[in-house]
Protein backbone atom coordinates (compact mmCIF):
# COMPACT_ATOMS: atom_id res chain seq x y z
CA UNK A 1 0.00 0.00 0.00
CA UNK A 2 1.15 3.43 -0.45
CA UNK A 3 1.24 6.47 1.43
CA UNK A 4 0.22 9.39 -0.23
CA UNK A 5 1.73 13.76 0.83
CA UNK A 6 0.24 16.38 -0.65
CA UNK A 7 1.72 19.75 -1.08
CA UNK A 8 1.90 23.36 -2.94
CA UNK A 9 -1.56 24.71 -1.57
CA UNK A 10 -1.63 28.20 -0.62
CA UNK A 11 -2.66 31.27 -1.42
CA UNK A 12 -2.92 32.70 -4.71
CA UNK A 13 -5.27 35.79 -6.31
CA UNK A 14 -8.20 34.76 -8.91
CA UNK A 15 -7.15 34.46 -12.24
CA UNK A 16 -3.61 32.90 -10.93
CA UNK A 17 -2.29 29.84 -11.18
CA UNK A 18 -1.12 26.79 -8.39
CA UNK A 19 0.29 23.21 -8.94
CA UNK A 20 -0.10 21.03 -6.44
CA UNK A 21 1.66 17.71 -6.20
CA UNK A 22 1.17 14.04 -4.63
CA UNK A 23 3.92 12.35 -3.52
CA UNK A 24 3.83 8.70 -2.96
CA UNK A 25 6.05 6.57 -1.23
CA UNK A 26 6.51 2.71 -1.76
CA UNK A 27 7.34 1.04 -5.01
CA UNK A 28 4.05 0.07 -5.97
CA UNK A 29 2.64 3.73 -7.39
CA UNK A 30 2.16 3.23 -11.00
CA UNK A 31 -0.29 0.48 -9.40
CA UNK A 32 -3.06 2.79 -8.69
CA UNK A 33 -5.30 5.26 -10.47
CA UNK A 34 -5.18 8.51 -8.90
CA UNK A 35 -7.53 11.04 -7.63
CA UNK A 36 -7.89 14.35 -7.09
CA UNK A 37 -10.77 15.56 -4.94
CA UNK A 38 -11.81 18.61 -3.01
CA UNK A 39 -13.78 19.50 -0.03
CA UNK A 40 -14.73 23.50 0.58
CA UNK A 41 -15.52 24.67 3.62
CA UNK A 42 -19.22 23.32 4.77
CA UNK A 43 -19.90 21.30 1.50
CA UNK A 44 -18.79 17.58 0.75
CA UNK A 45 -16.03 16.48 -1.02
CA UNK A 46 -16.26 16.93 -4.93
CA UNK A 47 -14.59 14.55 -7.09
CA UNK A 48 -12.03 16.81 -9.27
CA UNK A 49 -10.27 14.47 -11.66
CA UNK A 50 -8.45 11.14 -12.10
CA UNK A 51 -5.99 8.89 -13.95
CA UNK A 52 -4.97 6.02 -14.78
CA UNK A 53 -2.10 3.94 -13.34
CA UNK A 54 -0.01 4.62 -16.53
CA UNK A 55 -1.28 8.38 -16.98
CA UNK A 56 -2.40 7.58 -20.78
CA UNK A 57 -5.95 8.71 -20.00
CA UNK A 58 -7.40 11.23 -17.68
CA UNK A 59 -11.36 11.93 -16.38
CA UNK A 60 -12.48 15.55 -15.05
CA UNK A 61 -15.12 16.62 -13.38
CA UNK A 62 -17.46 18.25 -16.36
CA UNK A 63 -17.25 21.79 -14.32
CA UNK A 64 -13.38 21.86 -14.23
CA UNK A 65 -12.66 20.45 -17.77
CA UNK A 66 -10.25 23.16 -19.17
CA UNK A 67 -8.88 24.62 -16.17
CA UNK A 68 -7.56 21.88 -14.29
CA UNK A 69 -5.17 19.34 -15.37
CA UNK A 70 -3.81 15.63 -13.71
CA UNK A 71 -0.71 14.51 -14.29
CA UNK A 72 1.70 12.18 -12.76
CA UNK A 73 5.41 10.64 -13.34
CA UNK A 74 5.59 7.31 -12.57
CA UNK A 75 9.51 7.52 -12.24
CA UNK A 76 8.78 9.89 -9.57
CA UNK A 77 6.59 8.44 -7.50
CA UNK A 78 4.53 11.88 -7.86
CA UNK A 79 0.53 12.99 -9.18
CA UNK A 80 -0.23 16.33 -9.44
CA UNK A 81 -2.72 18.64 -10.23
CA UNK A 82 -2.35 21.97 -12.06
CA UNK A 83 -4.98 24.46 -11.85
CA UNK A 84 -5.82 27.46 -14.23
CA UNK A 85 -7.93 30.70 -13.84
CA UNK A 86 -8.65 29.64 -10.43
CA UNK A 87 -11.53 31.56 -8.96
CA UNK A 88 -13.19 32.47 -5.26
CA UNK A 89 -14.70 29.15 -5.57
CA UNK A 90 -12.26 26.96 -6.22
CA UNK A 91 -11.13 27.57 -1.93
CA UNK A 92 -10.61 24.11 -0.81
CA UNK A 93 -8.85 21.48 0.76
CA UNK A 94 -7.38 19.47 -1.89
CA UNK A 95 -7.58 15.66 -1.40
CA UNK A 96 -5.00 12.70 -3.34
CA UNK A 97 -6.27 9.51 -3.22
CA UNK A 98 -5.27 6.05 -4.37
CA UNK A 99 -6.63 2.89 -5.99
CA UNK A 100 -5.97 -0.24 -8.08
CA UNK A 101 -9.62 0.75 -9.33
CA UNK A 102 -10.49 3.99 -11.00
CA UNK A 103 -13.65 3.46 -11.39
CA UNK A 104 -13.74 3.85 -7.53
CA UNK A 105 -12.22 6.97 -7.58
CA UNK A 106 -14.73 8.12 -9.97
CA UNK A 107 -17.72 6.96 -7.45
CA UNK A 108 -16.95 7.60 -4.49
CA UNK A 109 -18.40 11.09 -3.86
CA UNK A 110 -21.81 9.58 -5.51
CA UNK A 111 -21.54 5.74 -4.31
CA UNK A 112 -21.97 5.56 -0.52
CA UNK A 113 -20.47 2.08 -0.84
CA UNK A 114 -17.80 2.90 -2.50
CA UNK A 115 -14.51 2.88 -0.80
CA UNK A 116 -10.81 4.48 -2.13
CA UNK A 117 -7.99 2.70 -0.26
CA UNK A 118 -5.46 5.66 0.55
CA UNK A 119 -6.09 9.02 1.05
CA UNK A 120 -3.40 11.64 1.39
CA UNK A 121 -4.13 14.82 4.38
CA UNK A 122 -4.86 17.39 2.13
CA UNK A 123 -3.53 20.17 1.10
CA UNK A 124 -5.44 23.42 1.42
CA UNK A 125 -5.91 26.12 -1.25
CA UNK A 126 -7.30 29.54 -0.95
CA UNK A 127 -8.04 32.07 -3.87
CA UNK A 128 -8.53 35.39 -2.69
CA UNK A 129 -10.27 37.96 -4.92
Known amino acids: QVQLVESGGGLVQAGGSLRLSCAASGRTFSSYAIGWFRQAPGKEREFVGATIRSGSSTYYADSLKGRFTIYRDNAQNTAYLHMNSLKREDTATYYC??????????????????????WGQGTLVTVSS
Open 97 to 118: AADPKLHSLVVVTTDRSARVEV
